[in-house]
């Protein structure tokens, strides 16, 4: 089975790029810096259904992109959540949070609905995390 990105994925994100074993998307909803990263596997939908390699390169891939959304955006918050109640693909949120952000310090996906980007908003967004990230490939 090849792997296939979730359609509500695909409709509701914008692909930024791959690392060895993630793709990264950024979350269509300008209220937050939202990331997510999604392992390339088919199939997969916990961690622990990826073998011990691919769960040790998903947790360096989230530590690096964490690092960078870090110095790209500062925060008051990292959050960092495999939820999969709506898309069963895996995917691993990381979402920048601030005390003054609209959901601040309720769950950004319990409150309000997704502002989409302006145009030209979510490629200066892009741009603040690829300077950040030069293991990023197209």
């Given at each position: 089975m090849d792997f296939v990105?979730?359609?509500?994925?695909?409709?509701?994100c914008f692909e930024l790029g791959r690392f060895e074993l993630c793709r990264l998307l950024l979350m269509n909803d300008?209220?937050?810096?939202?990331f997510i990263l999604v392992p390339e596997r088919a199939g997969v939908r916990e961690i622990h259904e990826l073998d011990a390699g691919d769960r040790a390169q998903l947790l360096r891939e989230s530590c690096e992109l964490g690092e960078?959304?870090?110095?790209a955006f500062g925060s008051h918050k990292?959050?960092?959540?495999?939820l999969g109640n709506v898309v069963a693909q895996l995917h691993v949120h990381h979402v920048v949070r601030f005390r003054d952000d609209p959901a601040w310090p309720r769950p950004v996906w319990c409150e309000g609905q997704a502002v989409p980007y302006a145009s030209g908003q979510a490629e200066r967004t892009v741009e603040r995390l690829k300077a950040e990230l030069p293991a990023l490939r197209a």
């Open positions: 990105l979730d359609e509500r994925l695909r409709r509701d300008a209220r937050f810096p939202w960078a959304l870090g110095r990292l959050n960092v959540a495999a």
